[in-house]
């Protein structure tokens, strides 16, 4: 199946010592980019986690935010680093000193300082094993969520290649016609012009200009790149990098069919085809 790199899920769970929230984000990104928000006294899981996720996601940017709160009665009493307050202490001391103050300071602004007052310990040897199947059940509703986008996305590319398809075949038909009316209306302006010319330089200048005019190899490009897109569509799998090379290559046979354009309706059909394609590649790059 083809996955989305954007997607969310959220899972909880309340037990005697407390209560559990697990949020997972997931956004495009080059490359598997994993960030954690772990409780301080759960941090040891982040490696855990982190091969958990990898066996599971190719590509995104990650955001997994575990957040833990313990039962009122299993808070005995605040978990104070005191090490950290004397050093703040001192800070403020010497802060005050130096700027001439004599302010009290105040406990509660010492006590909000990052690390000061941490959280209980943890000794519960059941709270690990819960987060991490937590996490396995957050992942799970992830990938379902990724699956269910990328069918979305599947279906908006299906519909700009249909289109792509029939502006090609739209082309090809009219490309004899739009030849023939150039050469017309060449052979008209020099009537018009009462030149007297070398006929077979005209005729060697006429094919030179339909050759230059002529876009057949870049509309045959364009349905082999098409034809390769559905093929790697229906294969599945992590193929995000693959498709957006071949929006590359659909913008490259797009460009060259319009600086070969002759006439309005192929200028059009370029300009068109343009559109399409840049659409395609912005659902593309959401694609793992």
Not at 59 to 80: N, P, T, Y
Request: aromatic share 4%; charged share 30%; proline share 2%.
């Amino acid at each position: 199946m083809i996955a989305s790199m954007t997607a969310f899920s959220r899972q909880q769970s309340h037990h005697t010592w407390g209560s559990l929230i697990l949020e997972i984000r997931s956004v495009n990104h080059r490359y598997l980019d994993l960030t954690f928000k772990l409780p301080e006294p759960l941090r040891g899981l982040e490696m855990l986690w982190r091969e958990e996720i990898k066996k599971q996601l190719g590509r995104g940017k990650v955001e997994c935010q575990l957040r833990f709160q313990v039962q009122a009665q299993q808070q005995s009493e605040l978990a104070i680093d005191q090490i950290l307050l004397d050093q703040v202490i001192s800070a403020a001391t010497r802060l005050q000193q130096s700027l001439g103050s004599d302010t009290a300071i105040n406990p509660l602004e010492l006590l909000r300082w990052p690390g000061v007052l941490g959280e209980s310990e943890v000794t519960n040897d059941e709270i690990p094993h819960e987060a991490t199947r937590l996490l396995k059940n957050s992942l799970s509703m992830l990938l379902e969520a990724r699956h269910r986008e990328g069918a979305k996305l599947v279906d908006v590319i299906d519909e700009r290649i249909s289109r792509i398809e029939n502006i090609v075949v739209d082309t090809r038909s009219k490309l004899p016609t739009i030849l023939g009316q150039q050469r017309t209306r060449l052979l008209a302006r020099l009537t018009e012009l009462k030149v007297e010319v070398d006929q077979q330089r005209l005729e060697q200048e006429l094919v030179y200009l339909a050759q230059k005019a002529d876009v057949d190899e870049e509309l045959d490009r364009l349905d082999t790149h098409l034809t390769e897109v559905k093929r790697t569509l229906s294969k599945g799998g992590a193929c995000g990098r693959r498709l957006d090379f071949l929006m590359q290559e659909l913008h490259r046979e797009a460009n060259t069919l319009s600086s070969k354009s002759v006439s309005s309706q192929t200028t059009q059909n370029s300009v068109e085809l343009k559109v399409l394609i840049e659409q395609m590649r912005e659902q593309v790059q959401n694609i793992e």
